[in-house]
């Protein structure tokens, strides 16, 4: 299974954009990378997801590079109820199911 | 639409005694079911996970169990709860994804457990 490594916190500050970078080295070929955002005594909520180069949504955007071995997580002009933690995952697609394990996640604080 | 409900919302139990927390799936059919733990200030800990009735998978061996009585239902449990079980419990569900895809995990609120 891909190992996930994340920063374990970062700062910014509203209005900025934040790009949150993940590492998984061992990525497999059928896996897909998927970020989640969690605020405090809730379950953690989908923002994106992707296989490679580029992908987009309303709430941000997702890069990954070719030898897909790392992704980053965009957030565009960021404000205070960003402030969460947020969790890179890498599963299985291709029709394998099973176990999806969650790295560390990296706690962004979103200053005034 | 699809909802999923854990309960209890929260546990206050003293060392030793059993554990009982339950999960239900609405609006859709045989999802994978997953459980998370997370102790405070850490990240998620997948407990089990389960692609169909029966069908119970270990991800970290310790004093805690898990079953599959039906399709949408996830029970997690344990006989005699230790002082490190406390945290915060996640039930997820997520559909069982085709070749094109990953699948999306859908998180209840959560119980938060307390062991005394």
């Known amino acids: 299974l891909a190992k996930t490594t994340q920063p374990i916190s970062m700062d910014s500050y509203e209005g900025q954009e934040v790009n949150i970078t993940c590492s998984h080295n061992?990525?497999?070929?059928?896996?897909?990378i998927t970020w989640y955002q969690q605020f405090p005594s809730q379950g953690p909520r989908f923002i994106i997801q992707?296989?490679?180069t580029k992908v987009t949504n309303e709430v941000a955007s997702l890069f990954i590079p070719a030898d897909r071995k790392s992704s980053t997580l965009s957030l565009p002009r960021v404000s205070l109820s960003d402030t969460a933690v947020y969790y890179c995952?890498?599963?299985?697609?291709?029709?394998?199911?099973?176990?999806?394990?969650f790295g560390k996640g990296t706690k962004l604080s979103v200053k005034p | 639409s699809q909802t999923i409900h854990q309960w209890p919302a929260t546990l206050v139990q003293p060392v030793g005694s059993p554990l009982s927390l339950e999960c239900t799936v609405e609006?859709?059919?045989?999802?994978?079911l997953y459980w998370y733990r997370q102790a405070a200030g850490r990240g998620l800990q997948l407990l089990f996970y389960?692609?169909?009735?029966?069908?119970i998978s270990s991800e970290v061996p310790q004093n805690l169990s898990a079953s599959r009585p039906q399709d949408r239902q996830f029970i997690l449990s344990s006989k005699k709860l230790l002082l490190s079980d406390s945290g915060f419990y996640l039930c997820?569900?997520?559909?069982?994804?085709?070749?094109?895809?990953?699948?999306?995990?859908?998180f209840g609120e959560g119980s938060r457990l307390t062991v005394l």
């Open positions: 997820a569900w997520s559909v069982q994804w085709g070749f094109e895809e990953a699948g999306e995990l859908f």
């Open positions: 061992n990525i497999a070929t059928n896996d897909y």
């Open positions: 992707g296989y490679k």
């Open positions: 995952l890498v599963g299985p697609g291709g029709g394998s199911q099973g176990n999806l394990i």
């Open positions: 609006g859709t059919s045989n999802p994978n």
């Open positions: 389960s692609v169909g009735i029966g069908q």
